[in-house]
């Protein structure tokens, strides 16, 4: 019967120059046997490069109203697992995910697109005539697919959301229009930084903001479905 | 005796004692830099109460709460002295107010001589002093009737930094990304 003594690993330890690297190397390896149960990420943090926007519309006055998660699998965002089989969860920070994302649309659309935009959560301090625009919808996708390469990780991150643009000067007249947006994004991680996870994430949903304004116009104080081009 | 003399020392600032005007000309940039790029999706012109919570002295406290309400007040929020006439409570949480500073020395530093009443000045092959002024906050946002959390936002960070090098014993320079007068 093979015992210790008889393998490579013992042969590797007693060798001298060996046995440092062999040692670091193992407790690496052990350390990447560790895994947290739930890590809740950071979605709300918008990249640097995004600065304030002055537009021609800042007068429009938008309110966005928390999203309705309607994912199938809703309480995480994704999950990672080691080759030991230890599994990691990861959250929303900052509370229900349809209230995050929400915020994170008003937080884009006042900056980005320089419009009056809040989260419209609670009711107070609306301005006299309420919003011009109502939006609101549901997360349909919001998803990390974690692939393990050994020592990395290839996140991909998908996002979508279906945003019902709801116009007071149409309401009654119209039935609220739908846009379906998406956004995807990719990166890949060391696997010692498992918070910095919520990068691709919200790049996804900064992509999915940034489609809106692809497929709506804006006209006077109402934002419209844009109508695909006819070739 | 030189490398013996290799100090690395990290120095916390003395909250008891009144900051230099370096220092408090990089805390104050590191906060403005900080409420720079604020942006607080609430109503325009929603009346809000303004809190400040930090673990640093009240002067600092109060500048964080003054230099966020000047902020939040040209974004358009409605400043409030008391909840009665307001609609929202915005607590500003910060992680960290305040300013470090610390030496690195490569070279003897000045001793006082036991015996003969001379000193021995320093004698520093490399020598960085530096000065760092760090500000993290974040904003919650209560809704001041129900007391119902409205949302969160991400940290606003700012820092600034001074250094002064010394190397060779005479050849001294400075780095820094504040804006200093004079």
């Not at chain 1, 519309?57 to 966005?64: G, I, Y």
């Not at chain 1, 230890?86 to 929400?102: C, F, N, R």
């Not at chain 1, 990780?153 to 979508?160: D, F, P, Q, R």
């Not at chain 1, 910095?196 to 790049?203: D, F, H, K, N, S």
């Amino acid at each position: 019967m093979r015992t210790f003594q008889d393998s490579p690993f013992h042969s590797l330890l007693k060798n001298r120059s060996f046995r440092l690297p062999v040692l670091c190397l193992t407790g690496i390896l052990l350390t990447a046997c560790v895994a947290e149960p739930l890590i809740q990420l950071e979605l709300r943090r918008f990249p640097p490069s995004m600065g304030m926007k002055h537009s021609k519309t800042d007068h429009l006055l938008v309110a966005v109203e928390p999203f309705v998660d309607a994912r199938l699998q809703s309480r995480f965002l994704g999950q990672s697992r080691l080759w030991t089989g230890q599994e990691t969860l990861y959250g929303s920070a900052g509370g229900d995910l349809g209230d995050v994302i929400a915020q994170m649309l008003a937080t884009y659309l006042l900056q980005e697109q320089g419009w009056q935009a809040w989260f419209a959560k609670a009711r107070v301090g609306q301005p006299e005539g309420g919003p011009d625009v109502t939006l609101s919808g549901k997360i349909v996708e919001c998803q990390l697919d974690v692939r393990d390469w050994g020592l990395v990780w290839l996140v991909s991150a998908h996002a979508t959301l279906s945003v019902d643009i709801n116009n007071k000067s149409t309401s009654g007249l119209h039935q609220p229009e739908q846009v379906i947006l998406h956004g995807t994004a990719e990166d890949w991680f060391f696997r010692y930084g498992p918070s910095r996870l919520g990068g691709p994430i919200t790049r996804a949903l900064l992509q999915a903001f940034h489609e809106l304004s692809e497929k709506t116009i804006l006209i006077d104080t109402t934002i419209r479905k844009a109508q695909p081009a006819m070739n | 005796m030189l490398l013996n003399a290799c100090t690395l020392a990290r120095e916390p600032s003395n909250w008891m004692e009144q900051r230099t005007a370096l220092e408090q000309l990089l805390f104050s940039q590191a906060l403005n830099q900080s409420a720079k790029h604020l942006a607080l999706p609430l109503p325009p012109g929603a009346p809000i109460v303004i809190e400040a919570v930090a673990p640093s002295p009240p002067t600092l406290v109060n500048m964080l709460r003054e230099t966020y309400s000047n902020r939040l007040g040209a974004l358009g929020m409605r400043i409030r002295k008391d909840e009665k006439h307001a609609g929202y409570l915005v607590r500003l949480v910060a992680e960290t107010l305040g300013t470090e500073q610390g030496l690195n020395l490569l070279g003897l530093p000045s001793m006082q001589s036991a015996l003969l009443p001379i000193a021995s000045p320093e004698i520093a092959l490399y020598r960085n002093e530096y000065i760092k002024a760090m500000v993290r906050v974040s904003l919650d946002v209560y809704d001041i009737q129900t007391g119902q959390h409205i949302l969160s936002t991400p940290f606003y960070e700012g820092t600034k930094y001074f250094n002064q090098y010394i190397i060779a014993i005479f050849l001294g320079f400075r780095l820094t990304d504040a804006d200093i007068p004079g």
